[in-house]
């Protein structure tokens, strides 16, 4: 099953989205982009969802992909 890490400040939304998501692919959610990059550094996701805007934590977050 394919993996999505979702990246949602919106507790609503991330619900929505996870629900969603669920039946299809394993989905992780966290709430900021520093969790994110916790999560990203001992894990493997297919695909990252994330809706912030772009800032020094989303650089770290490019620089801990590549």
Known sequence: ?????????????????VNYLNSEYEVYSVATIKEANAWIKYQHADLILADFPKNE?????????R
């Open 57 to 65: 934590d989303t650089l770290e977050m490019n620089r801990i992909l």
């Open 1 to 17: 099953m394919k993996t999505i890490l979702l990246v949602e400040d919106h507790d609503l939304m991330r619900l929505f989205l």
